[in-house]
């Protein structure tokens, strides 16, 4: 039974989802939103599984706020906590990824449609790529929240996006729509990124957690939604930006896209 089995889930008559569950893998990518949860008060946190849930209010919309950590499994197991245990009816997850879509720059945001393992292979028994036993390989995001969350970074980058790029010295930021792979490996030289882009033609942007907390969502027919800024290219000098980009500006961008989502999903 859930913890939170008692809580709320009146959607004020508009069919919009309630309690939202948002993750990110690394603190950065959260921006101020625990913050801003404490602010408005009566914020608890719950440690399970060695994580710290936060539970409250952000922007006027009941939220439960965790960091998943990096890497597949570590995604899987929050989402399914945020399911099981906080009894969530949505979740949202931010961060960083490295662009491999052509014209996908530093800086611009990329809204997943649907995931995918790239990593995943268990051929011969099954397609490349398709989980086993699901009969797919790709994952849907939920088009209304995928859709609010990308109306999100469009008023985020027509407010701020010209101030970040004079700032950051890269070109004005845009946001995309598309497919978001996912799997174990930073993915860090120019070479991986060819072989990707050929091997997945319509992938425009490569992290490592989104597509396992798709598939849990999937099998729970929970929504969810996808949102990742462009830290690096995914080459040979991923590391060096990314590292650069998640300390100066993966917060501005997670704390703004948020803010935004949120307000207009609590009046939606």
Known sequence: MSMDSHHDDSDNGSGAVRRLGILAALPQELGDLV????????MRTVTLGRRDYHVGTAHGVPCVVTLARVGKVAAAASAS???HVFGVDAVVFTGVAGGVGQGVRVGDIVVADSLLQHDLDASPLFPRYEVPLLDRARFPAHAPLADALAAACERFVTDEGKTLAERFAFQAPRVH???IISGDRFVSSASEVRALAQALPEAMAVEMEGAAMAQVCYEHDVPCAIVRTI????DDHATASFTTFLTDIASAYSSGIL???LAAYAIA
């Open 35 to 42: 913050e801003a949860m404490r602010a408005e008060g009566d």
């Open 81 to 83: 906590a945020l399911i």
């Open 177 to 179: 729509r598309g497919l």
């Open 231 to 234: 830290s690096d290219t995914a």
């Open 259 to 261: 803010r935004r989502f």
